[in-house]
């Protein structure tokens, strides 16, 4: 395959993989102000741990088993690219649209990143944060990549004639007839995230005092600083994914923008019905809800339809989040009610509001079907995976800190620091005030 590069491209995928980085800073903003103030710097480093295990691990082997070649449509060979050695322009995913291979690389990266570091709001205030990085490298390998590959690189959940589509509704052209659509990442990112908070945090337990004493976010200014950069990194998740700087790309700019704000006031909504009153969290968590069910379908919908698609989702996760307390599981930061939920939503409707082959759109139901079952086989593959991964963890490293550690706050016992300090928090703030 001949390689042109296209400049303009080449910029705008640029500036949305740096846009998608910034994201997982911004993440340990919106998560670091949910938890209690003596758990701010540990949930922070989660996130940060996420981006340095990945970035490094992605460049090894992760890109190679996204997009390599096929084994068994599960994963990528990881020896394709090992290290990225041997990739060429034209092996790049984004070559059609003239776009470097290795640009292609940063970008995928930051999907990865983000990924992992959204399971930690799942399992803040009580988890070792050398089993999290452990975990963090193990789980990328074994979950993130074999789905990014099964849905992005060609494999079980693509559009191939070897695919699950293809199964069910035949082939046309040498591919699946009603093609899966996930634009952006509704089942490798969110679905698969939200299922392994969902485990981690049946595995390790409750926080100790959970549903009996009150766990209020400590910085709702951080929250919503949080959303707000999440917000703006968002653009370059979705438009980005055009994979070009075109009209595609706009669509999904403006789709994303849509769907949030119709989230976010669904949120608000359920919340003053409720509740009696909107909050500014319920703002944030709306606004990530809407970022989250729009992610598979930004390419997919008019921006009517991403209204609908909005609103639906923000009223869903909105009831989705109380689910905890009813069935008993310690989600503390909600990545089951948002990510989960949100992500699952999201992909599953694309059926009902795709303008091309959506129900409502006269498509028929063919690619509500395909939606329901990619999203299913997504949530029982990561279900599977983090369940091996966490309680071989647990056996052999152990996930909590000591009920000591828990109590005084994980920030002063993993870090050996904290955010707020006082003159009770250690001789080193008293020397300084003589």
């Known amino acids: 395959m001949d390689f042109t590069l296209d400049t303009g491209n080449t910029a705008w995928m640029l500036a949305s993989a740096s846009l998608v980085l910034l994201m ?91 990924t992992v570091a959204l399971i930690s709001g799942a399992i803040a205030d009580r988890t070792k944060f050398s089993t999290w990085l452990v975990f963090t490298a193990i789980w990328v390998t074994l979950s993130y990549f074999p789905l990014a590959h099964m849905v992005w690189g060609g494999g079980f959940l693509s559009g191939s004639e070897d695919g699950l589509a293809a199964k069910l509704f035949g082939t046309t052209d040498g591919a699946a007839t009603v093609a899966p659509i996930d634009f952006a990442g509704g089942t490798v990112v969110h679905i698969n995230a939200g299922v392994a908070g969902l485990v981690l945090a049946l595995i390790i337990g409750k926080r100790k005092g959970f549903g009996k004493e009150p766990m209020r976010p400590h910085n709702l200014p951080f929250v919503m600083l949080g959303a707000a950069l999440l917000w703006f990194g968002w653009f370059g998740f979705n438009a980005g994914s055009a994979g070009a700087s075109n009209e595609l790309a706009g669509l999904a700019w403006v789709n994303t923008t849509v769907a949030t704000c119709a989230a976010m006031l669904g949120w608000l ?92 759109y006269g498509g028929g139901v063919k690619q509500l079907v395909v939606q329901f079952l990619v999203a299913l086989f997504a949530v029982v593959f990561s279900g599977i995976i983090t369940a091996v991964v966490g309680l071989a963890l647990k056996a052999f490293m152990g996930w909590r800190v000591t009920e000591e550690a828990e109590v005084g706050g994980v920030d002063l016992a993993l870090h050996s620091e904290t955010a707020y300090e006082t003159l009770g928090a250690g001789s080193r703030v008293v020397t300084e005030v003589k």
């Open 24 to 114: 997982t800073p911004a993440l340990a903003f919106f998560y670091g102000g949910m938890v209690r103030g003596k758990s701010v710097l540990n949930m922070m480093m989660m996130s940060f741990g996420a981006l340095g295990v990945v970035g490094i691990v992605y460049v090894l082997w992760g890109y190679s088993m996204s997009f390599g070649s096929d084994v068994g449509g599960i994963f990528g060979n990881p020896f394709d690219w090992f290290g990225l050695e041997g990739l060429k322009d034209a092996d790049g995913i984004l070559a059609g649209s003239g776009v470097p291979a290795l640009v292609g690389v940063g970008f995928q990266a930051t999907f990865a990143i983000i």
């Open 269 to 360: 909504v359920t919340e003053k019905i409720r509740d009696g009153h909107p909050t500014s969290l319920g703002a944030a968590s709306g606004v990530v809800a809407g970022l989250v069910a729009i992610t598979p379908a930004a390419g997919a919908l008019s921006p009517v339809g991403s209204i609908f698609l909005g609103a639906i989702a923000g009223v869903l996760c909105a009831l989705a989040v109380g689910l905890k307390y009813k069935l008993g599981y310690d989600d503390s930061l909600d990545v089951v009610g948002v990510h989960l939920v949100g992500g699952f939503v999201g992909t599953v409707l694309i059926g009902l509001f795709s303008t091309g082959t959506g129900l409502f």
